[in-house]
């Protein structure tokens, strides 16, 4: 399996255009979860996706941040528009949710300056 | 307060030493416990899970405390290359749902020659 595959890999933007970013997650994998790293706050939940529905999107910071997921081997989250502050690397994981103890798999992460 | 906390360090040991993290949790139904390790500029992987009764994986002991809500990892004779981001990590039991996992600011480990 290839694991968890993400792009772009490295995304620069000007401040006010639209971003996405793209993920692949693990086939046969239930659960999706976008995460959000900066060295301020760390790595932090953004959305979480269980068989393609969203659960909780609590973290997604505010309406220019949108997530969907059309079917179980895609995944997109929108930034529109675009801020200096959304600059961070973003990152996609994908969990088989069965078991008491659901590992995560991270993709490579999408490393993004907004500028 | 914060749900997931660490030191965020940096430990910077000698080669051979033992060396130790904290984490505290604040969610009491909190259900499975986790440490990842994440190299710089890399994505985090799994390094162990964490049971109720202590585990032990090579070099590498993690301990939970339920009554304390702490987590502990202990990573003895220490090498080089263990040089990386400790992160502590919480599934969140929310509605049902068991993929909610929290992840704490992670502690970062040097190890010098």
């Known amino acids: 399996d290839a694991g968890v595959i993400q792009s772009p890999r490295h995304e620069v933007t000007e401040m006010g255009q639209e971003v996405t970013l793209r993920c692949k997650p693990i086939s046969g994998h239930d659960y999706l979860f976008w995460y959000r790293q900066t060295m301020m706050r760390g790595l932090e939940l953004l959305i979480y996706?269980?068989?393609?529905?969203?659960?909780?999107d609590s973290g997604m910071p505010e309406d220019r941040f949108s997530a969907k997921m059309p079917n179980a081997s895609f995944s997109t989250l929108k930034i529109q528009p675009s801020e200096p502050r959304d600059s961070a690397v973003y990152f996609c994981a994908s969990s088989l949710g069965t078991g008491l103890r659901p590992e995560a798999f991270f993709g490579q992460g999408t490393r993004l300056t907004v500028v | 307060r914060k749900e997931v906390e660490q030191d965020p360090g940096p430990f910077n040991v000698p080669e051979g030493a033992t060396v130790a993290f904290n984490c505290t949790y604040s969610n009491s139904a909190s259900q499975s416990f986790f440490w990842y390790r994440q190299d710089c500029r890399k994505e985090p992987k799994l390094l162990m899970s964490?049971?109720?009764s202590g585990n032990e994986d090579g070099r590498f002991t993690a301990q939970l405390n339920r009554a304390s809500q702490y987590i502990s990892l202990l990573i003895r004779d220490s090498k080089l290359s263990d040089s990386a981001t400790y992160l502590c990590v919480v599934n969140r039991r929310g509605g049902g749902s068991q993929g909610n996992l929290i992840f704490g600011k992670g502690t970062k480990l040097s190890v010098k020659p």
């Open positions: 996706f269980n068989n393609n529905v969203p659960i909780d």
């Open positions: 964490v049971y109720s």
